[in-house]
T-cell receptor, first 115, second 109 residues
C-alpha cells in the first residue's frame, strides 16, 4: 500500500450504531487530519494530530471520537450519529502540522450515510 | 471571520483555456494551495503560492496577489480529464488550511 488509505470506503449506519473509520498513511508523516466534506460546502477540519498529540478539535460534537495510537494510524469512532452527519470523511497527512509549507496528502475518503 | 470565495461551477471547451478565481480573507497568511478533486476521489495537490506572482507547472499555472487577497488557477489546452472540482485553500496564521467550497469545472467536447 502507498499513500493514505481509508477503510471502509462506504458505510451505512443507523443512529444507534457504533462504528469506526480507519486511516493509515505510508508516507512517514507526523501529522494526520480528519475532515468532513459535505456537498457544495468547504472542507471542515475536525481533528489534527501532530506527533500523536491532538492539537486541534474544531468544536466537533462528542459523538465523534478520534484516536491516534501511532503516527501512521488514525481512527474516528462514531456513535449515536445524526442524519446530518452523512458526508464524505477524508483523512489526510502531512510531514508535520506546524510548518508553513504543509502539503497535505489525502485518502480516498469514507462515504458515510446515517439513516 | 475567515472566508474563501470561488465560483461554484464553470464550463469550458476542450482545448481552450480557463481561469478559476479565488479570493480570501483570513487571519494571517502562510501560503495558498490549489487542489484537484475528481468525483469520488481524494483531493490531490496542484500548486502552492506564498509570494506574489505566477507559478507555472506544465499546463497549469497559479497566480497570487497578497495585497488583493486574490489567486487564480489557469488551465491551458484543456482535456476531458480536467473535469473535476478545484479547491482553493489558505494556510492561516496557525498554519491551518482554510478551504473554499470548490469550483466544479465541466469540460465539453
Amino acid at each position: 500500500e502507498t499513500g493514505v488509505t481509508q477503510t471502509p470506503r462506504h458505510l451505512v449506519m443507523g443512529m444507534t450504531n457504533k462504528k469506526s473509520l480507519k486511516c493509515e498513511q505510508h508516507l512517514g508523516h507526523n501529522a494526520m487530519y480528519w475532515y468532513k466534506q459535505s456537498a457544495k460546502k468547504p472542507l471542515e477540519l475536525m481533528f489534527v494530530y501532530n506527533f500523536k498529540e491532538q492539537t486541534e478539535n474544531n468544536s466537533v460534537p462528542s459523538r465523534f471520537s478520534p484516536e491516534c495510537p501511532n503516527s501512521s494510524h488514525l481512527f474516528l469512532h462514531l456513535h449515536t450519529l445524526q442524519p446530518e452527519d452523512s458526508a464524505l470523511y477524508l483523512c489526510a497527512s502531512s510531514q508535520d502540522g506546524e510548518r508553513t509549507y504543509n502539503e497535505q496528502f489525502f485518502g480516498p475518503g469514507t462515504r458515510l450515510t446515517v439513516l | 471571520g475567515q472566508n474563501i470565495d470561488q465560483p461554484t461551477e464553470m464550463t469550458a471547451t476542450e482545448g481552450a483555456i480557463v481561469q478559476i478565481n479565488c479570493t480570501y480573507q483570513t487571519s494571517g497568511f502562510n501560503g495558498l494551495f490549489w487542489y484537484q478533486q475528481h468525483a469520488g476521489e481524494a483531493p490531490t495537490f496542484l500548486s502552492y503560492n506564498v509570494l506574489d506572482g505566477l507559478e507555472e507547472k506544465g499546463r497549469f499555472s497559479s497566480f497570487l496577489s497578497r495585497s488583493k487577497g486574490y489567486s487564480y488557477l489557469l488551465l491551458k489546452e484543456l482535456q476531458m480529464k480536467d473535469s473535476a472540482s478545484y479547491l482553493c485553500a489558505v494556510s492561516d496564521s496557525n498554519y491551518q488550511l482554510i478551504w473554499g467550497a470548490g469550483t466544479k469545472l465541466i469540460i465539453k467536447p
